[in-house]
């Protein structure tokens, strides 16, 4: 990976933007080396991201339908690299790129040419795309210019957006999620199209949110040491919180199909975790005397997202 001293300045002034809530006041990529900084550092770490919620979508059975696909807010593009890469066969064509900024959308078409020749990439938005991608934008959209980005989706066949795993971001897909479930149904991470327990009462604490796990090599390599250290960022924790809707039907999960949320936590007899399923959000549990190869999961944080369970009272009684 390749960044130079003068990169850091750069990274640091769009982190800044970031953290402090002034990235959506105006156009930050002031030129081509912005986006290829972030590029090679923030956009990587979002990757992480998409992998995760891709895979899931692998695992659900998803696969996209054909047409256009939007890359909306693209930055550098990654969701869509991390798209192409995870479903490579798939008929979405041509591939759009839509961002307040020319330079992104520049940037992202012409960095996707190179690493998918065969493909075509469009600077510009699309009508009626079949699949839209959104990523890390909700931050930077004033209330107006998200309900016209709502507006827009009611031509669209499946949306898959992925946000940080902070409360507030799970809260804002969530309300979006609450409004659209009935014409537009969520097929992930919820196991179900009813309405979110997150917003039952007693649950407020909560938020629906998962961790991506970063490439091994990140924690051995020099340049994300440094990256790291130099913008103050723990490289083990890579939360997200995400909403897929889909047009089509899927299918629907087993009742006691249920989704962990968060990391789960351990201790001598058992191992806890908050469960998102059909009947609730609720702290769910098994014993490690029953499930010792799962508790050692659930201790070294590699517990699956996604599992059909029975459950007695709360406690994990079988894992199908
Ligand atoms: C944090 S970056 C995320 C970029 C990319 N989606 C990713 O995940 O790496 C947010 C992007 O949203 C774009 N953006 C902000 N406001 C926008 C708007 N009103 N319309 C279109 N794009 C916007 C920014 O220019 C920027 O490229």
Not at 73 to 76: L, N
Not at 87 to 93: A, G
Not at 188 to 205: M, S
């Given at each position: 990976m390749n960044v130079d001293p003068s990169d850091w300045a750069i990274l640091e002034r769009l982190r800044r933007a970031f953290l402090n809530g002034t990235?959506?006041?105006?156009?930050?990529?002031?030129?081509?080396a912005d986006l290829a900084a972030y590029d090679a550092t923030f956009a990587q770490r979002i990757g992480w991201k998409w992998d995760f919620v891709l895979e899931d979508l692998h695992r659900l059975g998803w696969s996209p339908p054909a047409g256009p696909l939007l890359d909306w807010?693209?930055?550098?593009g990654i969701a869509s690299r991390a798209f192409l890469d995870q479903?490579?066969?798939?008929?979405?064509?041509p591939v759009h790129y839509w961002d307040r900024s020319a330079k992104a959308m520049e940037y992202a078409a012409h960095k996707a040419r190179t690493r998918f020749p065969g493909r075509t990439f469009v600077p510009g938005t699309v009508e009626t795309p079949a699949v839209l991608l959104l990523s890390h934008v909700l931050t930077e959209l004033a209330p107006p210019q998200v309900e016209a980005l709502l507006a827009s989706f009611?031509?669209?066949t499946s949306v898959i957006w992925v946000e940080p795993g902070t409360y507030d971001a799970s809260l804002a897909l969530i309300a979006i999620r609450e409004r659209l479930r009935q014409e537009f149904p969520p097929i992930?991470?919820?196991?179900?199209?009813?309405?979110?327990?997150?917003?039952?009462?007693?649950?407020?604490?909560h938020w629906c949110h998962h961790f991506a796990a970063p490439p091994p090599g990140v924690f051995t390599d020099p340049f994300w040491g440094k990256f790291a250290q130099m913008l103050g960022i723990d490289l083990r924790s890579v939360p997200l919180s995400y909403l897929v809707l889909d047009r089509r039907p899927l299918g629907l999960p087993k009742p006691d199909t249920a989704r962990r949320i968060g990391r789960p936590w351990t201790n001598k007899v058992d191992a806890r975790f908050i469960a998102c399923s059909a009947a609730a959000v609720a702290e769910a549990q098994f014993p490690k005397r029953t499930f010792p190869e799962l508790w050692r999961n659930a201790r070294k944080d590699r517990l699956p997202s996604l599992q059909t369970w029975e459950r007695v009272d709360g406690t994990i009684v079988n894992v199908r």
């Open positions: 990235a959506g006041e105006s156009d930050y990529w002031l030129s081509p807010g693209c930055g550098s479903f490579p066969s798939s008929d979405v064509t009611s031509s669209v992930a991470p919820c196991p179900h199209t009813g309405a979110c327990g997150i917003l039952a009462p007693g649950n407020e604490p």
